[in-house]
């Protein structure tokens, strides 16, 4: 029943490793985000796909790689992982019949860089 | 500078108390103002959504926007031990879509 979800919630691995999360939304809606939230609680986009195509991507390294397989799915692969890249990343969604959607919230998958 | 600027806390109140919100923001072009709430190790949820300026109300919670001052409110009256929790500022030029979120604010509300 859950709307948003995503996997794995928790994330411990090595600087240097390759990982993903994934991210699945069953409210039929139209557009996913990644948000990054660091250890001061400061949350910010990442990037953002409107049925499948990438809309928003904000100044994120290329390390980082979202891939939207279809509507209801947005996955994040992070390559060569780096320790400032441990923070929780939630993953979002809306439909867009103009601008009066609601963004609804995953729970988060929080990663840990050691 | 940051775009939106919000205290982080802790505010600490007492049960019953009304506690007031805040966050100023420099980009005029915002439009849409929103507060979340995020209780610990869960994700946002949008308590309250205004376009433009004015004042909503919804229950126990009231959201003011005065954009000549660049600043809004989010007043919640009657707080309870449940209503503890990071409140989250956020606002768009282009609606929903490209949020942009102040750093929070922790409430914690004693019984």
């Known amino acids: 029943d859950t709307a948003v979800s995503q996997t794995p919630k928790y994330l411990v691995t090595q600087m240097g490793n390759d990982k993903s999360i994934k991210c699945e939304q069953n409210l039929g809606h139209d557009t996913m985000y990644w948000y990054k939230q660091d250890s001061k609680k400061f949350l910010k986009i990442m990037f953002s796909?409107?049925?499948?195509?990438?809309?928003i991507n904000e100044t994120v390294p290329n390390r980082f790689s979202p891939k939207s397989p279809d509507k209801a799915h947005l996955n994040l692969h992070i390559n060569s992982l780096e320790l400032g890249d441990s923070a929780v990343y939630f993953c979002?969604?809306?439909?867009?019949?103009?601008?009066?959607?609601?963004?609804?919230f995953g729970p988060g998958t929080r990663l840990l860089v050691l | 500078q940051k775009e939106v600027e919000q205290d982080p806390g802790p505010l600490s109140v007492p049960e019953g108390a009304i506690v007031s919100l805040n966050c100023t923001y420099s980009?005029?072009?915002?439009?849409?103002f929103m507060w979340y709430r995020q209780y610990s190790r869960k994700g946002p949820e949008l308590l309250m959504y205004?376009?433009?300026?004015g004042n909503k109300e919804d229950g126990r919670f009231t959201a003011q926007v005065d954009k000549s001052s660049k600043y809004i409110s989010l007043f919640i009256r009657d707080s309870q031990p449940s209503d503890s929790a990071t409140y989250l500022c956020a606002m768009s030029a282009l609606g929903f879509q490209k949020l942009v979120f102040g750093t929070g604010t922790r409430l914690l509300v004693s019984p």
């Open positions: 979002a969604s809306s439909r867009t019949s103009g601008n009066q959607e609601t963004q609804y």
């Open positions: 796909y409107n049925n499948k195509e990438l809309i």
């Open positions: 980009n005029s072009a915002f439009q849409y």
């Open positions: 205004t376009y433009s300026s």
